[in-house]
């Protein structure tokens, strides 16, 4: 079967797959900025109109968010966004908290430096006029903690870092809309890697668990204000 054929007859499996991967970064987007609100409910079919497409796109794309933990689905009355619960949100970065520690310590007792150290030092340990000062920070800060745990060694803490900061990124991200919160983390990513690199374990262990606990604190507020509005908002369409 010539090339040309074999897409002519296979064309179906990959544009819906395409179609539910642009859907599910959607929905995601308009969870993320607070257009769906956490508690809200709706249909596969209203997804489905707004975005002109059938059912089955979006009905992939939500069930991926499902497994995310982004939306429920109640098979009575359609799907809801997930309502914060702030008490899981915090139990997820004391869990972090104790990655990161463990963490640390392994980093402390390396004899060579990784790789994923050196990088990170040439991110974080610039001059302030070299920082990157928008929302593109907050990945940054994902791969900072991510990479500091993976440079570890044990690839099945990092994969549970990993899941868990996906977990807590819709609340996570939004310490970067406020300018000084961009300051301190340039500060304190510094002062934890030049702690591990004289491998002061405890004094970085400290350091990180503030650094991590201020973060909580500070998105916690910012996400209960960031709601107020966006009800506000709602009501006043």
């Known amino acids: 079967m010539s090339p040309a054929n074999f897409l002519n007859k296979h064309p179906k499996p990959a544009r819906r797959e395409s179609l539910a ?8 987007a308009m ?3 607070f ?7 709706f249909s596969e079919a209203e997804i489905a109109e707004r975005f002109e497409a059938s059912r089955t796109p979006v009905r992939e794309a939500l ?13 009575r009355s359609g799907w809801q966004v997930k309502p914060f619960d702030f008490k ?6 004391d869990v972090r908290i104790l990655l990161e520690k463990a963490a640390i310590e392994r980093l402390c007792q390396l004899t060579s430096r990784p790789a994923q150290l050196q990088a990170l030092r040439d991110f974080w340990l610039v001059p302030e006029a070299h920082w990157l000062t928008d929302i593109r920070l907050s990945e940054r800060d994902r791969e900072f903690h991510s990479d500091l745990v993976a ?33 301190a983390t340039y500060q304190e990513h510094a ?24 973060s909580r604190d500070e998105v916690r507020k910012i996400t209960i204000h960031m709601l107020q509005e966006a009800r506000a908002r709602h009501q006043e369409a």
């Open 191 to 214: 002062a934890i890697l030049e702690a591990i690199e004289q491998r002061r374990t405890d004094h970085a262990q400290r350091l990180m668990t503030s650094h991590i606990s201020v």
């Open 151 to 183: 440079a570890a060694g044990n690839q099945q803490m990092a994969q549970v870092h990993r899941d868990i900061s996906e977990r807590i990124h819709i609340i996570r991200r939004l310490d970067f809309t406020k300018d000084y919160r961009i300051s």
């Open 35 to 41: 257009q769906l609100l956490p508690g809200d409910f």
């Open 88 to 93: 899981v949100f915090e139990e997820l970065y």
């Open 63 to 75: 069930y991926r968010l499902r497994r995310e933990h982004y939306v429920d689905v109640h098979f």
């Open 21 to 28: 991967e642009r859907i599910y970064g959607q929905i995601k």
């Open 31 to 33: 969870i993320f900025n």
